[in-house]
């Protein structure tokens, strides 16, 4: 059976009707990190619909950061794009502070960026090995940090949300499948796991909340050719028993869920968004 992705367009993010009640993440400020691209741009475009003020992170690509931006005015938020490479520690605390001091303050945290260099094992270079930790796991990290500085500084604000402030790892299957030639990406999203849950239980007593959303194959520039002809797409489906890629807006929505109060008893999990892609599809059949 041959089934295509359209079906997600049709969907609607997470928001709240528009005649009485405010978008759920209204007066809030959310920071998406990688926000230029693929997923962390579905992200920024749904929290922009839910109502949040959005600053979209960037390293490269100016352009298609102005871009989500102006996208995001037209969803009738603000938008402020800031560029800063995650894994540098000055550049993370510079961009928060230029955030907050234009934002106001940052409510919610979207730690997307992210990057794979894959090898074989045996000729993985250290370079590879550090960048992909560098970036996936210390930026994820760096940001984190300086989010709760600021949500502990701030504290609740009951009119604006539950929570004093919500983290929201991107991190993905391989936190719990392993992933032969890409060992670099599986172990920091290994580590993306149980650095969020860490982060959770300590932070917990502050009303801050720290979940991971987990995609499978979502349609992206990072796995283009995973699905950019008939032959890879078909060969992906035998790993996704819902037989279908994920799109951004799949996790846009599922982020904007965790970011909400509607979530507010949910802190230290990980949310698959996969297609049943870690329900062992080797089995779909009996096995
Ligand atoms: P993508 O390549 O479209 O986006 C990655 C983003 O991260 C880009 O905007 C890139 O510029 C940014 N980035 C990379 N290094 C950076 C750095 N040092 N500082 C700031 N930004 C940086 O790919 P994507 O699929 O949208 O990936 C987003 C996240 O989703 C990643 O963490 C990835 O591991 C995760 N993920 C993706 C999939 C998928 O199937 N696409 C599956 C599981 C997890």
Known sequence: MKLDST???????????????PPVLAGQVALVTGANSGIGKGVALALAQAGADVVVN???????AESVVASIAAAGRRGLAIQADVSDERAVVAMFDR????????????????????????????????TVLAVNLTG????????VREFKRRGVRPEISCAA?????????????????HVNYAAS?????????????????????????????IRTPINTAAWSTQDAYDDLMRLV??????????????VTW?????????????????????LYPGFETGG
């Open 7 to 21: 079906c997600t367009s049709a969907l609607p993010v997470v928001t709240m009707p528009t005649c009485s009640t």
């Open 58 to 64: 960037y390293r490269d690509g100016r352009e298609a």
């Open 99 to 130: 955030a907050i001091r234009e934002l106001g303050t940052i409510d919610i945290l979207v730690n997307n960026a992210g990057l794979q260099m894959d090898s074989p094992f045996e000729r993985m270079t250290l370079a590879q090995w550090n």
């Open 140 to 147: 994820q990290f760096l940001c984190a940090r300086e989010s």
């Open 165 to 181: 402030g919500k983290i929201i790892c991107v991190s993905s299957v391989h936190e719990v499948i392993p992933w032969a030639g």
């Open 189 to 217: 999203k290994g580590g993306v796991m149980l650095m969020m849950k860490s982060i959770a239980q300590e932070v917990a007593p502050y009303r801050i909340r720290v979940n991971s959303v987990s995609p499978g194959a």
């Open 241 to 254: 028993p819902y037989k279908r890629i994920g799109e951004p807006e799949d996790i846009g929505r599922a």
């Open 258 to 278: 965790l970011a909400s109060d509607a979530a507010d008893y949910v802190t230290g999990t990980s949310l698959y968004i996969d297609g049943g892609m870690t």
